[in-house]
């Protein structure tokens, strides 16, 4: 059974800092592309931050560009979002997503909240 379990959201201050985990489950993680995507109320999600298979990072939206860092432990099944300097805007659910291009599979997580706000 496939599972991305996401943690690490909360509720932080304007300039603050949170770290998102995502551990996967029931699939070969290291083959996959990992991304975060973005929930924010009324608005449609939207792409934060992609990674290769191998840990690099391949896209950044530019709204986070040079605030968010992904990153992923392939050891651990785990792919990391970093997020520092965090803005009222970043408030919204975030949300894991795995990616196997060639055999067009895809999985999300359930989404964790992020609260910025003062």
């Known amino acids: 059974q496939v599972q991305l379990v996401e943690s690490g959201g909360g509720l932080v201050q304007p300039g603050g800092s949170l770290r998102l985990s995502c551990t996967a489950s029931?699939?070969?993680?290291?083959?996959?592309?990992m991304n975060w995507y973005r929930q924010a109320p009324g608005k449609e999600r939207e792409l934060v931050a992609t990674?290769?298979?191998?840990?690099?990072?391949?896209y950044y939206a530019d709204s986070v560009k040079g605030r968010f860092t992904i990153s992923r432990d392939n050891a651990k099944n785990t792919v990391y979002l970093q997020m520092n300097s965090l803005k009222l805007e970043d408030t919204a659910v975030y949300y894991c997503?795995?990616?196997?291009?060639?055999?067009?599979?895809?999985?999300w997580g359930q989404g964790t909240q992020v609260t910025v706000s003062s």
């Open positions: 997503n795995a990616q196997h291009s060639v055999l067009k599979l895809d999985y």
């Open positions: 029931g699939f070969t993680f290291s083959r996959y592309a």
């Open positions: 990674g290769t298979r191998a840990g690099g990072s391949t």
